[in-house]
């Protein structure tokens, strides 16, 4: 599949798409746009033969409130109505964790937070806490044993 430019206004919302993305978190996807619009490039919206939002609803949305007047696309033209709807879901699902380790030792916690990874609490320090066995600590936020320094 290629991808193409159109005309934002000849893209239609799809108001069947079960996911949404309210206040905060849609500001900070419009703000991630404008900051590095290449993001559109590497991950197009995806249409359908009508013009209908697939995948990408929300970014449609924000690329709109960002005044934007085109926007990548891929045209799905060859998915049967049944694999739309299963693409939908599948394009919506959040597979995965979240290595919070490796978050909080290589990565910048503010900048996490300014690209919109919901990290409340997470730049406090540990408490640490003693538990019964003297020899023992544990950290009060996460709960895992820590290694004696």
């Not at 590095?36 to 949305?61: A, H, S």
């Amino acid at each position: 599949m290629k991808t193409i430019k159109a005309k934002i206004k000849d893209i239609k919302v799809n108001t069947n798409n079960p996911r949404f993305i309210k206040d905060d978190k849609f500001n900070k996807l419009v703000k991630s746009i404008k900051e590095l619009p290449q993001m559109l490039e590497i991950r197009p919206i995806v249409v359908n033969d009508e013009m209908v939002v697939l995948g990408g609803n929300m970014r449609l949305r924000a690329c709109q409130k960002a005044g934007l007047k085109e926007v990548p696309i891929i045209k799905a033209s060859d998915l049967t109505e049944e694999q739309q709807q299963e693409f939908i879901i599948k394009d919506n699902v959040g597979f995965g964790s979240w290595d919070w380790d490796i978050l909080a030792n290589e990565w910048d916690t503010e900048q996490l937070e300014d690209w919109g990874l919901e990290i409340k609490g997470f730049n406090m320090p540990p408490i640490m806490s003693n538990k019964e066995d003297e020899n023992e600590t544990i950290c009060s936020k996460c709960g895992k044993l820590l290694d004696d320094a």
